[in-house]
């Protein structure tokens, strides 16, 4: 029952966006795709069972740290249900932040997890290192993080089972995982957009304003944002009563936000033009109105196979270009890790890859979640590969996989799972949380520390 009503409410982006890939997918591969391209250019915690992959030698870097955790590894299970991490936050002393859902009593609820640098669970935490915090009466995600300047937690997503379908949840923490009743009702936020609304990211701006980016419904899903004060109200100055709505396309999900250091928002998701679904991405100016000078009247679309592409994640370099990360079909069972960087302006930056994109196949049916930029300015993008292992590539600044790291500049570690997010500790340790199915059937929280 919980999972019909997760992947029903939750992850209707899913629905939206792979289902309708499948379904266009088919037709690419009859057109003559060539179905796949190379590169250009976490009640308690335990190893769990032992995935394996491309994993290079123990010394090399991508190699497994098996200093973390139990050989490497952290896995966390809330329960007898499935559980997953969406997103991580690395705090200043090195602690790690996970978020996502736990299965209890018949619904998810949000889930957090705090680990002290050496993968075990701060005890200090909630209990015994974990949070979960049930907001509606259908289910409820977690999908993003901040922290803010205090130290207090910040937690993004969707809650299912009000009036509508489905809201913008946002709830914050005291740093020891208790609720702040400062913050909303009780630390807790709801906000109705259309119809039906999902959050998938989190923005903290200068102002300490707090950004939601998502989706929302009203007939067809649409690129949504809302932004509230830093006491959870929203913040009316920002759009329409802290809320902006754009129609963009027929269908148009935002996955990724990322704040200039002028202020203005960058988001990258979805959107489907022509039967098929290209990378955009979208600026608006601080107040939330379209950036007129970016791209065309704010808006960027790059198509970058003859089928389907989707944003999943973006991040502004220091030199102010835009780097966005997702995927891209190539066949009927297909599909690549896929980035793109964009000039400030919008532009393709032909400097980057072959003309601003790389593609990189990694083991057939690959998608990429998130990104991080090291000191040295390499890139680590990271999702799954084959629909059952996480999968990690690293590459230079200028696109080329950087061949040091893993095989060939890729690493997939087996398990049933998927890498949601990626942090760079302060040594250039490489961190992956997402989940990892126990007992066949079972997903837990899962964390996995790589070498640099």
């Not at 590169?39 to 200093?67: F, L, V, Y």
């Not at 995927?327 to 032909?350: E, I, K, M, P, W």
Request: aromatic fraction near 8%; glycine fraction near 14%.
């Amino acid at each position: 029952m919980i999972h019909a009503l997760y992947f029903f409410a939750m992850r209707l982006r899913y629905v939206l966006c792979t289902a309708l890939c499948l379904g266009i997918l088919f037709s690419c591969s009859l057109s003559g795709s060539d179905g796949g391209t190379s590169s250009a250019g976490a009640d308690g915690s335990s190893s769990g069972s032992s995935p394996t992959g491309t994993n290079p030698t123990a010394s090399s870097p991508g190699s497994i740290d098996t200093t973390f955790g139990t050989e490497g590894k952290v896995i966390t299970s809330f329960g007898t249900g499935d559980d997953a991490i969406n997103a991580l936050a690395l705090q200043e002393d090195g602690k790690i932040i996970a978020v996502g859902y736990a299965a209890q009593n018949n619904k998810y609820v949000f889930a957090l997890a705090r680990y002290n640098p050496d993968g075990s669970l701060d005890t200090s935490f909630g209990i015994d290192g974990k949070v979960t915090t049930s907001i509606g009466n259908i289910a409820d995600t977690a999908s993003g993080v901040a922290l803010q300047s205090d130290g207090k937690i910040l937690v993004a997503g969707t809650t299912g089972g009000g009036t509508t379908a489905s809201d913008f949840a946002l709830v914050r923490y005291t740093k020891d995982g208790s609720l702040d009743t400062t913050f909303g009702t009780e630390g807790i936020v709801t906000t109705q957009i259309g119809i039906s609304a999902n959050a998938y990211g989190i923005c903290i701006q200068q102002n300490e304003k707090i950004i939601l980016i998502g989706y929302a419904y009203s007939g067809s899903p649409t690129f949504a944002l809302a932004r509230y004060d830093k006491n959870g109200t929203l913040d009316a100055s920002f759009g329409t009563d802290g809320k902006v709505i754009i129609k963009i396309g027929d269908y148009s999900l935002a996955n990724g936000v990322a704040i200039q250091s002028d202020g203005k928002i960058v988001l990258a998701g979805m959107q489907k033009r022509n039967n098929y679904t290209d990378f955009t991405v979208v600026r608006y100016n601080s107040e939330g109105s379209l950036d007129n000078t970016f791209g065309n009247g704010g808006v960027v679309l790059t198509p970058i196979s003859d089928c389907n592409d989707s944003a999943k994640c973006v991040t502004i370099l220091p030199n102010g270009k835009i780097l966005v990360g997702g995927c891209s079909y190539t066949g009927q069972s297909s599909s690549d890790f896929a980035l793109v960087r964009y000039n400030q302006d919008g532009s393709l930056d032909h400097s980057f890859g072959q003309e601003g994109k790389v593609i990189t196949d990694i083991s057939g049916m690959d998608e990429a979640h998130k990104i991080a930029i090291q000191s040295d300015g390499k890139i680590i993008l990271v999702g799954f590969a084959s629909g059952t292992a996480s999968a990690l590539a690293r590459y230079n600044p200028d696109g080329t996989l950087d061949t040091t790291f893993g095989t060939g500049g890729k690493v997939t570690t087996y398990g049933e799972g998927s890498a949601n997010d990626v942090v760079i500790t302060p040594d250039g340790s490489i961190v992956v949380g997402g989940y990892v199915t126990s007992y066949q059937t079972q997903r837990d929280f899962a964390l996995v520390r790589y070498k640099p």
